[in-house]
């Protein structure tokens, strides 16, 4: 039965309700962000992104109930926290049509893509609401990389948020031996907002903010300028892009519609409930991923959902601080570490080439078969190590430590062919595989894989860049002149036998 209440009751809120906006409109004129990750604080001066009149009124609402002592209605599902957050203009034309007719037919891609998304939405939620951004940007994912922090493109982005390396480094992703933080759920997460924050700063408008996240802020910015010396509007739809940027952001669009109606597009969205999915937990000893999944409860392909970033079975407590494990699991391994405190918790350990060795007298010096050394280091067939390149080794003798700060943020590994090769770059043509590419060329799949940092099964498109190595060809000795005048002698004897 609905309450009754007397309208003088009502007075004191509407008071309160006013008040708080003026409190809110005051916070929003500051132009001071403090933007925080784990193990680093950044402070940036920057213009707050407006918010929508919905949102100025769902904050006041909010604000208002916890001054009065009133529980706000709980949101049981992320996807309509996502909606109640969506706040960029709407995008409308037929290619925007086109990608909604793509997803709605392929309703098995569209709910495996939705599933995969499930330990990471909730963050990227939290992080967009905490800096006032729109929540359509948390679809994003899903038009970069499905939602799959180990996607790597035939341009060598990698991560869910699809970073270039050069990017990654001007927004402080690590890239060593070790890790990857362009594949890391909060670093790539902090460092693709930040960007985007950027853009939409540059341009004040959050589809060229798109654009330019797809095509570069230089291209965007030489797109604008062009129109703007032909009298043309400079606009999303009014600008010249290549086919990829036109169709980026009408994507974005289109899984925006239909995560707002999926009843609309017959699409069925998983059940996502809006809770944290996982836990940071502090890591200060070594350990191999083996004993913390073991420790955990938990799969290694759960772990590895959630820790992208890891190259190798060990995790470096001096570059790899913390973990991330799901919310239930997180407690779990506390308690079982607490157990493990007097026990060895790494098996494996980084060891420094002191000068160019073979693969065999490596394993000879650390005491390692020569495959497993391989195995452990992804190191192809007749390569060599150089000298100052890092290995993750067994820890056995002298090689039972911890790894150093310092190496576990500086590691790389650097090989070099055994024998005198010559680089090639080659291209795939159509329908090539690494296979038939690599039959066609005369090496084996594995080298050209390892050559250019792909998985054996990889897509090739046609026209892609491709690294080889291949020995040096004897050069062909010039004929002499005996030799000459012979075969001369012989070519008279064959005409006159004619």
């Given at each position: 039965?609905?309450?009754?209440?007397?309208?003088?009751?009502?007075?004191?809120?509407?008071?309160?309700?006013?008040?708080?906006?003026?409190?809110?409109?005051?916070?929003?004129?500051?132009?001071?962000?403090?933007?925080?990750?784990?193990?680093?604080?950044?402070?940036?001066?920057?213009?707050p992104v407006p918010m929508t009149p919905s949102q100025m009124e769902a904050a006041v609402r909010l604000r208002a109930q916890s001054q009065l002592g009133l529980?706000?209605?709980?949101?049981?599902?992320?996807?309509?926290?996502?909606?109640?957050?969506?706040?960029?203009?709407?995008?409308?034309?037929?290619?925007v049509k086109s990608r909604e007719t793509w997803y709605a037919s392929r309703p098995d891609y569209m709910l495996r893509m939705t599933e995969r998304s499930r330990p990471y939405l909730f963050h990227i939620v939290e992080e967009l609401e905490r800096r006032q951004m729109p929540t359509e940007l948390a679809l994003l994912p899903f038009v970069e990389s499905a939602f799959n922090p180990q996607a790597v493109s035939s341009a060598k982005a990698a991560g869910m948020w699809q970073f270039m390396p050069a990017t990654g480094r001007t927004f402080d992703l690590k890239q060593n031996l070790f890790m990857d933080e362009r594949r890391d759920v909060l670093e790539s997460t902090r460092a693709a907002l930040d960007y985007l924050q950027k853009l939409y700063g540059m341009f004040d408008d959050w589809h060229l903010a798109l654009a330019a996240y797809n095509w570069g802020e230089g291209n965007v910015g030489r797109a604008i300028a062009r129109n703007k010396a032909r009298g043309k509007p400079t606009d999303y739809d009014s600008l010249t892009m290549p086919e990829e940027t036109r169709y980026y952001v009408p994507k974005l669009q289109a899984l925006k519609n239909i995560i707002a109606n999926p009843e609309v597009y017959s699409a069925e969205l998983p059940e996502i409930k809006n809770h944290p999915y996982f836990k940071s937990v502090s890591i200060e000893r070594d350990i191999d991923v083996n004993l913390a999944t073991r420790l955990a409860g938990i799969s290694t392909e759960d772990f590895k959902a959630l820790n992208p970033s890891l190259k190798h079975p060990?995790?470096?407590?001096?570059?790899?601080?913390?973990?991330?494990?799901?919310?239930?699991?997180?407690?779990?391994?506390?308690?079982?570490?607490?157990?493990h405190a007097n026990r060895k918790l790494a098996s494996w350990t980084a060891w420094v080439a002191p000068r160019n060795m073979k693969v065999?007298?490596?394993?000879?010096?650390?005491?390692?078969?020569?495959?497993?050394?391989?195995?452990?280091?992804?190191?192809?067939?007749?390569?060599?190590?150089?000298?100052?390149?890092?290995?993750?080794?067994?820890?056995?003798?002298?090689?039972?430590?911890?790894?150093?700060?310092?190496?576990?943020?500086?590691?790389?590994?650097?090989?070099?062919?055994?024998?005198?090769?010559?680089?090639?770059?080659?291209?795939?043509?159509?329908?090539?595989?690494?296979?038939?590419?690599?039959?066609?060329?005369?090496?084996?799949?594995?080298?050209?894989?390892?050559?250019?940092?792909?998985?054996?099964?990889?897509?090739?498109?046609?026209?892609?860049?491709?690294?080889?190595?291949?020995?040096?060809?004897?050069?062909?000795?010039?004929?002499?002149?005996?030799?000459?005048?012979?075969?001369?002698?012989?070519?008279?004897?064959?005409?006159?036998?004619?």
């Amino acid at each position: 039965m609905p309450v009754r209440l007397n309208p003088d009751s009502l007075r004191p809120l509407k008071i309160l309700l006013i008040s708080v906006t003026i409190a809110i409109l005051a916070g929003c004129a500051s132009t001071t962000q403090i933007t925080t990750a784990p193990a680093r604080i950044e402070v940036k001066e920057t213009a707050p992104v407006p918010m929508t009149p919905s949102q100025m009124e769902a904050a006041v609402r909010l604000r208002a109930q916890s001054q009065l002592g009133l529980k706000a209605p709980e949101q049981q599902d992320i996807w309509e926290r996502i909606r109640q957050g969506f706040s960029m203009p709407d995008l409308v034309n037929d290619r925007v049509k086109s990608r909604e007719t793509w997803y709605a037919s392929r309703p098995d891609y569209m709910l495996r893509m939705t599933e995969r998304s499930r330990p990471y939405l909730f963050h990227i939620v939290e992080e967009l609401e905490r800096r006032q951004m729109p929540t359509e940007l948390a679809l994003l994912p899903f038009v970069e990389s499905a939602f799959n922090p180990q996607a790597v493109s035939s341009a060598k982005a990698a991560g869910m948020w699809q970073f270039m390396p050069a990017t990654g480094r001007t927004f402080d992703l690590k890239q060593n031996l070790f890790m990857d933080e362009r594949r890391d759920v909060l670093e790539s997460t902090r460092a693709a907002l930040d960007y985007l924050q950027k853009l939409y700063g540059m341009f004040d408008d959050w589809h060229l903010a798109l654009a330019a996240y797809n095509w570069g802020e230089g291209n965007v910015g030489r797109a604008i300028a062009r129109n703007k010396a032909r009298g043309k509007p400079t606009d999303y739809d009014s600008l010249t892009m290549p086919e990829e940027t036109r169709y980026y952001v009408p994507k974005l669009q289109a899984l925006k519609n239909i995560i707002a109606n999926p009843e609309v597009y017959s699409a069925e969205l998983p059940e996502i409930k809006n809770h944290p999915y996982f836990k940071s937990v502090s890591i200060e000893r070594d350990i191999d991923v083996n004993l913390a999944t073991r420790l955990a409860g938990i799969s290694t392909e759960d772990f590895k959902a959630l820790n992208p970033s890891l190259k190798h079975p060990v995790i470096l407590a001096a570059g790899t601080p913390q973990i991330l494990l799901p919310w239930d699991n997180a407690d779990t391994f506390v308690r079982n570490l607490d157990q493990h405190a007097n026990r060895k918790l790494a098996s494996w350990t980084a060891w420094v080439a002191p000068r160019n060795m073979k693969v065999e007298d490596v394993a000879k010096e650390v005491g390692m078969q020569a495959g497993d050394l391989r195995q452990a280091n992804n190191i192809p067939p007749r390569m060599l190590v150089r000298a100052g390149s890092t290995l993750v080794v067994l820890r056995k003798g002298e090689l039972d430590n911890d790894v150093s700060e310092h190496l576990a943020e500086t590691a790389q590994l650097s090989l070099m062919p055994e024998v005198a090769l010559r680089k090639i770059i080659v291209r795939a043509r159509k329908g090539d595989t690494l296979t038939r590419l690599a039959a066609r060329h005369g090496v084996s799949t594995s080298n050209l894989a390892a050559w250019n940092n792909m998985n054996a099964g990889a897509r090739l498109s046609s026209g892609q860049r491709l690294t080889l190595y291949a020995p040096y060809r004897a050069a062909k000795k010039a004929p002499t002149r005996s030799s000459t005048r012979v075969a001369s002698t012989s070519k008279s004897r064959n005409k006159r036998k004619k």
